[in-house]
């Protein structure tokens, strides 16, 4: 939230520049802490790198704002494709550097490379600055904004669909364990879930774009019910794979879905404290899930779990449901 509002008084650029900045000063306190083998340093400086990492969840929504009507979905959905470039060059950084000096000292120190490069090139990009307009500007009350039935779905969409591919994802290591899957088979699977979630990027937009954000995201949420019923049915080392597959493709629909339809909800002057809202409720989910997903599996069991998912995902597509009708009813003239 504090990032977004910044970013409206400084611009784009400057708040992503920012951000890097803090990318690199967090990796080096991180990478000081393991040379002095402190925990609290180590803490400290994972928690600025918290501040690099919440700048960058605006870049699709910059992508969106400088892009015409017709190409905003794709736009967002290209910058999530970038997230394979990260899961490639990502561990296999970390595999080179890990061990140059003190374990894991070399890969924040790889870190801080990459958060400089990001500063040379979004020093290159052009994003335009805002207008006087609109940073004197609050425009509606957020309260009224936030009363919109798009605006409602939009949150819930992406918030709940980051929140039950969390919940999931996070168990299903735990589940495989407990079947007595050697190790390698979840970190199999686990990397077709990333390609899941993130392949489907290069075409998501055009999919919007033919078909409609709301079926799209309804699709989303049918994918994710699917992925709940490959795990109900067995736990052979395939239905896992099925449903972590299923699970990050229906999350991409509906949260990059969820995106596109948030920015039909808001004015330029209001762009910051609603996509600010917009990051904190996903967060707080993600974070929720993250914290209540090992508990869950221990103390209801991975089918359970797995059940509990149906309720919230049946509200999220009533819900789209019944928005897609409202907007197919003509309004009077």
Same mark, same amino acid.
């Given at each position: 939230?504090?990032?977004?509002?910044?970013m409206?008084?400084?611009?784009?650029?400057?708040?992503?520049?920012?951000?890097?900045?803090?990318?690199?000063?967090?990796?080096?306190?991180c990478?000081?802490?393991?040379?002095?083998?402190?925990?609290v340093?180590l803490?400290?400086?994972?928690?600025v790198?918290?501040?690099?990492?919440?700048?960058?969840?605006?870049?699709?929504?910059?992508?969106?704002?400088?892009?015409?009507?017709?190409?905003?979905?794709?736009a967002?959905?290209?910058?999530?494709?970038?997230?394979?470039?990260g899961a490639?060059?990502?561990?296999?950084?970390?595999?080179?550097?890990?061990?140059?000096?003190?374990?894991?000292?070399?890969?924040?120190?790889?870190?801080?490379?990459?958060?400089?490069?990001?500063?040379?090139?979004?020093?290159?990009?052009?994003i335009?600055?805002?207008?006087?307009?609109?940073?004197?500007?609050?425009?509606?009350p957020?309260?009224?904004?936030?009363?919109?039935?798009?605006?409602?779905?939009?949150?819930?969409?992406?918030?709940?669909?980051?929140?039950v591919?969390?919940?999931?994802?996070?168990?299903?290591?735990?589940?495989?364990?407990?079947?007595?899957?050697?190790?390698?088979?979840?970190?199999?699977?686990?990397?077709?879930?990333?390609?899941?979630?993130?392949?489907?990027?290069?075409?998501?937009?055009?999919?919007?774009?033919?078909?409609?954000?709301?079926? +799209?995201?309804?699709?989303?949420?049918? %994918?994710?019910? !699917?992925?709940?019923?490959?795990?109900? /049915?067995? $736990?052979?080392?395939? @239905?896992?794979?099925?449903?972590?597959?299923?699970l990050?493709?229906?999350?991409?629909?509906?949260?990059?879905?969820?995106?596109t339809?948030?920015?039909?909800?808001?004015?330029?002057?209001?762009?910051?404290?609603?996509?600010?809202?917009?990051?904190? +409720?996903?967060?707080?989910?993600?974070? %929720?899930?993250? !914290?209540?997903?090992?508990?869950?599996? /221990?103390? $209801?069991?991975?089918? @359970?779990?797995?059940?509990?998912?149906?309720?919230?995902?049946?509200?999220?597509?009533?819900?789209?449901?019944?928005?897609?009708?409202?907007?197919?009813?003509?309004?009077?003239?």
């Amino acid at each position: 939230m504090a990032s977004s509002l910044l970013m409206k008084r400084i611009g784009r650029r400057n708040g992503f520049t920012l951000g890097s900045l803090f990318g690199i000063l967090g990796a080096l306190v991180c990478a000081l802490a393991i040379h002095l083998q402190s925990f609290v340093l180590l803490c400290a400086g994972t928690a600025v790198i918290g501040i690099y990492n919440a700048t960058g969840q605006y870049y699709r929504f910059t992508a969106a704002d400088v892009a015409n009507a017709d190409f905003k979905s794709r736009a967002i959905s290209m910058v999530l494709a970038g997230g394979i470039i990260g899961a490639v060059i990502g561990p296999e950084t970390s595999k080179i550097t890990k061990d140059l000096w003190t374990p894991f000292l070399g890969s924040f120190l790889s870190l801080a490379v990459f958060c400089a490069i990001a500063i040379v090139v979004q020093r290159m990009m052009d994003i335009p600055a805002p207008s006087e307009a609109e940073q004197s500007s609050s425009g509606r009350p957020f309260a009224e904004i936030a009363r919109q039935p798009a605006f409602i779905v939009a949150v819930a969409s992406a918030a709940i669909g980051y929140g039950v591919m969390n919940l999931l994802m996070t168990a299903t290591p735990l589940a495989m364990q407990a079947c007595q899957y050697p190790f390698k088979e979840a970190a199999f699977i686990i990397q077709w879930h990333i390609l899941g979630m993130f392949v489907p990027s290069f075409f998501t937009g055009a999919l919007i774009k033919r078909f409609g954000v709301i079926p +799209i995201m309804l699709t989303g949420v049918l %994918l994710n019910v !699917v992925c709940v019923a490959f795990a109900l /049915t067995g $736990q052979e080392v395939w @239905r896992f794979w099925a449903a972590l597959v299923t699970l990050g493709v229906g999350w991409n629909f509906m949260y990059i879905g969820g995106t596109t339809l948030l920015t039909e909800t808001y004015t330029p002057a209001e762009k910051a404290k609603v996509q600010g809202a917009n990051e904190l +409720i996903i967060f707080i989910t993600l974070a %929720l899930s993250s !914290v209540f997903s090992g508990a869950m599996f /221990t103390l $209801q069991g991975w089918e @359970r779990m797995n059940w509990m998912a149906l309720p919230v995902l049946l509200i999220v597509g009533s819900a789209l449901l019944w928005l897609g009708m409202q907007r197919r009813v003509p309004r009077p003239a």
